[in-house]
């Protein structure tokens, strides 16, 4: 499945970006340990795939990677969010239908650290409400978290390239 997995960091000179591909990435610490953080650095990883889902690796100058998934269920599903995301998430069993014939398709139940952008402009809540809101893909999530996060600019020159 393609994928989109965008670097945005951040240092006291302001944002940098770059889009990169996952993978020979093997697991979340190698993503982390690839970001190269120095002090006083602030790297967010978005990654999407087929425009199904929305991962965000936040790791700072202690290399200890925050994680967020916009659907557990991707972790079923998707190999990438397997790779990335399982062991840094909790268990979660599905939610148990009480009639399996007639139930709709659940909304998408996101997990993690929902307030891992809280400084950057968007709080866990209104991460949420992106991720759920009807007819936003991840990509326009993304654009939506970097335009709060003050770095819209170089996400857009990321996407001319």
Avoid at 10 to 21: C, K, L, M, S, V
Avoid at 42 to 68: A, N
Wanted: negative net charge; hydrophobic residues 40%.
């Amino acid at each position: 499945m393609p994928h989109t997995a965008v670097t945005m960091s951040r240092t006291a000179t302001g944002w940098t970006g770059d889009e990169d591909t996952l993978h020979d990435v093997e697991d979340l610490d190698s993503l982390a340990d690839s970001l190269h953080v120095g002090p006083g650095t602030t790297s967010v990883v978005f990654i999407e795939e087929d425009d199904e889902w929305l991962g965000i690796v936040r790791v700072t100058d202690d290399l200890d990677p925050r994680v967020f998934l916009s659907d557990r269920r991707v972790l079923e599903t998707s190999d990438l969010a397997q790779r990335l995301f399982a062991d840094a998430l909790p268990v979660v069993p599905p939610p148990t239908p009480e009639d399996d014939d007639d139930t709709p398709r659940p909304a998408a139940e996101a997990i993690g650290d929902t307030d891992l952008l809280a400084d950057l402009g968007t709080s866990g809540d209104v991460l949420i409400e992106l991720c759920a809101e009807e007819g936003l893909l991840p990509s326009d999530v993304l654009s939506a978290l970097c335009e709060r996060a003050g770095c819209l600019d170089v996400l857009d020159q990321i996407r001319v390239v």
